[in-house]
């Protein structure tokens, strides 16, 4: 049984840093890409990280460019978000999605309906 589950969020100052977790099981597969979403109240899903099985290639939205760092331990395997300078904006629940058979950040930032997600830790940057 496929299980993806998020940890590390919050309530965090502006200017703050979290470090957000994702641990999946139940592949088959040892290596398989990871991705970073975020939902704000009233607003669509928005990516924002992304990390290859390949190569261990990053992506980013523009808008965590700089701040926010994703990195993977495949011996667990489990994949990090760390987030730096946070600001009131990153306030989301952020949640992350990964499949065995197909590549997640190939359509990065788009998150794909087939895609398997935890249910997400919550984010809170205010003062």
């Known amino acids: 049984q496929v299980q993806v589950m998020e940890s590390g969020g919050g309530l965090v100052q502006p200017g703050g840093s979290l470090r957000l977790s994702c641990a999946a099981s139940?592949?088959?597969?040892?290596?398989?890409?990871i991705g970073w979403f975020r939902q704000a109240p009233g607003k669509d899903p928005e990516g924002v990280s992304c990390?290859?099985?390949?190569?261990?290639?990053?992506y980013y939205a523009d808008s965590v460019k700089g701040r926010f760092t994703i990195s993977r331990d495949n011996a667990k395997p489990t994949a990090y978000l760390q987030m730096n300078d946070l600001k009131p904006e990153d306030t989301a629940v952020y949640f992350c999605?990964?499949?065995?058979?197909?590549?997640?950040?190939?359509?990065?930032?788009?998150?794909?309906?087939?895609?398997?997600r935890g249910q997400g830790t919550q984010v809170t940057v205010s003062s």
């Open positions: 139940g592949f088959t597969a040892d290596y398989y890409d």
């Open positions: 990390i290859s099985k390949s190569d261990g290639s990053t």
């Open positions: 999605a990964t499949h065995p058979h197909r590549l997640v950040c190939s359509i990065f930032p788009e998150l794909d309906d087939d895609d398997y």
